[in-house]
Each structure stands twice: as structure tokens, then as C-alpha cells.
């Protein structure tokens, strides 16, 4: 019997670094470089941005392309359903509210660059910051939604 589980054993074991080496294998032949595809995309940024900011030298190189690709198809593009002025102005209110001074300042940039002007920035803030009192509020007290729907036109 022991000689049955040592053989079975090593036949395990085997076929568990078998296994291993083949996944290995088929994962370095099945993806592409993701060197080239990190290449390509800190060129965009340089492109895109006319320089390379230093923080997106720190972000993972392997997830670098996709994070950019998503800035990009969203928050950068002028082809969605927000224009660029609106989807900075509430970036600048959630950043307000989380808050994020790093955000705060570019999104304050972005706003005035997108046409915002210095009245609109400040309301964009104010209605972020009555939403959090309200919200403060609200579940604080913990107010029954339903009823709360129902008292605010809802069904």
C-alpha cells in the first residue's frame, strides 16, 4: 500500500509542475508584450498632454493602458453624452467632498479650461456641499426611504 501512495503521490506531483509549466508557457505565448502596449500609451499621454505628469510613472506599468484608455474614452473625450465643462464641474464637486486636493485644483483647471466660469465653479461646490448636508441628515435621523420617496413625489 505505501509504495501505491508514493507512486500515486509522485505521479501527483508531477502532473501538478506540469500543469504549472504549461500554464506559465501558454500565458508568456498568449499575451502580448505589455511593454509595447505600456510604450504606446505613455506616448499617448505625451501626446495627449504635451508631457508626462511624474505620478503616472509611479501607477503599475501592466495597468497603466487600461487606466489611460478609460480617462480617455470619459473623462477626456468630447464625444459623450456630458460636455467637457459638466463632467469637470462635478468632478470638482465629488472631489470637494471626498476631498482631494490633487483633484480639487486640476478639476478647477479643467472647469475654466472647458469654459467655466468662476460662479459656476462656486455653485457646482455649494450644490456638492448641500447634498452632503442633506445626505448628513437623512440617514443621521434615519429616515424611512419609503416614506421619503412617497412624501417627494415617488411611488
Not at 507512486?7 to 499575451?31: D, E, G, K, N, Q
Not at 506616448?43 to 480617455?72: H, R
Not at 480639487?104 to 452632503?132: F, H, M, P, Y
Request: overall charge neutral; charged content about 20%; some cysteine.
Amino acid at each position: 500500500m505505501s509504495a501505491y501512495r508514493t507512486l500515486s503521490s509522485t505521479h501527483s506531483s508531477i502532473r501538478r509542475a506540469c500543469l504549472l509549466a504549461a500554464t506559465c508557457v501558454l500565458t508568456l505565448a498568449a499575451a502580448p508584450s505589455y511593454a509595447d502596449e505600456y510604450d504606446a500609451t505613455v506616448k499617448d499621454i505625451q501626446s495627449t498632454m504635451g508631457g508626462v505628469p511624474g505620478f503616472v510613472m509611479q501607477f503599475p506599468k501592466v495597468g497603466l493602458p487600461g487606466a489611460w484608455a478609460e480617462v480617455k474614452a470619459i473623462q477626456l473625450s468630447d464625444k459623450t453624452a456630458l460636455p467637457p465643462k459638466v463632467k469637470s464641474l462635478i468632478s470638482l464637486a465629488v472631489a470637494a467632498q471626498i476631498p482631494c486636493n490633487y483633484c480639487i485644483w486640476s478639476d478647477t483647471q479643467n472647469a475654466k479650461r472647458a469654459g467655466a466660469t468662476d460662479e459656476e465653479i462656486q455653485e457646482a461646490v455649494a450644490v456638492s456641499a448641500l447634498t452632503r448636508h442633506w445626505s448628513t441628515i437623512f440617514n443621521g435621523m434615519q429616515v424611512d426611504f419609503d416614506t421619503f420617496r412617497k412624501e417627494m413625489g415617488g411611488q
